[in-house]
């Protein structure tokens, strides 16, 4: 379970000083690149004028392309915010523990649509090849169930482009790239090991 393996990449974290835990913006909800332009547009903060029109850009041709109801996005509302579990308070760092449902061809569809500069704390190469890798055990998961925006069986476009919206407004809203960590074994203590080093630094 991906829950788990948070809790155990969590604690993992802590027991070299790393205390993660959850958070939520105001920038990141249900109304997804909506949501981000609004918020944006109520700080009335210069900075932010040019790094969220690039990734509201890109995020609208990333819902276009998944198929995803613009007029959803209009209609949904603006206090459902999206949950953020692994969050390095001192720096400001979102961290996203990755199992197989985040390794889609419609995760790649999104990660092919990043721009060749985009910045993001993670291996984008690594990313694009583990979803060829997955993708034909992975899209057909949930496909019974509807998502918002996405319609009967888009859960996992959902999925996609939510990940994507993580990777982009993190940034564009000041915060330090997003690191996602693969975790394809459920194993959340090994993932965490495999990048203590770097973690470690994050945290120095």
């Known amino acids: 379970m991906l829950d788990d393996a948070q ?7 802590a027991q070299d000083g790393i205390e993660l835990e959850s958070e939520s913006f105001d920038w990141l909800g249900e109304q997804g690149h909506v949501g981000l332009e609004r918020v944006a ?3 009335r903060d210069p900075t932010l004028v040019a790094p969220v029109t690039a990734a509201l850009q890109v995020l609208g041709a990333i819902y276009a392309r ?7 996005l209009y209609a949904s509302r603006e206090n459902l915010l999206l949950p953020v579990d692994l969050v390095h308070a001192p720096t400001g760092t979102v961290i996203e523990v990755d199992g197989p449902p985040h390794f889609t061809s419609f995760r790649l569809t999104a990660l092919e649509l990043y721009p060749a500069d985009v910045v993001v704390g993670f291996d984008l190469g ?3 090849d ?5 993708c034909s055990r992975t899209d057909g998961l949930s496909r019974g169930l509807a998502a918002k925006g996405f319609g009967f069986g888009g859960v996992q476009r959902e999925r996609a ?4 919206l993580r990777d982009l ?4 809203m000041g915060h330090p790239p997003l690191v996602r960590i693969v975790a394809l074994d459920g194993d959340g203590a090994a993932a965490y090991h495999r990048h203590r080093a770097s973690l470690l630094a994050l945290a120095a």
């Open 130 to 134: 583990l979803c060829r890798a997955w």
């Open 7 to 13: 809790a155990a990449f969590t604690q993992a974290a």
């Open 169 to 172: 407004a993190v940034v564009a």
């Open 126 to 128: 690594e990313h694009k």
């Open 161 to 164: 482009y939510n990940d994507a």
């Open 66 to 72: 998944l198929k995803g109801d613009f007029s959803v």
């Open 41 to 43: 547009k109520a700080r």
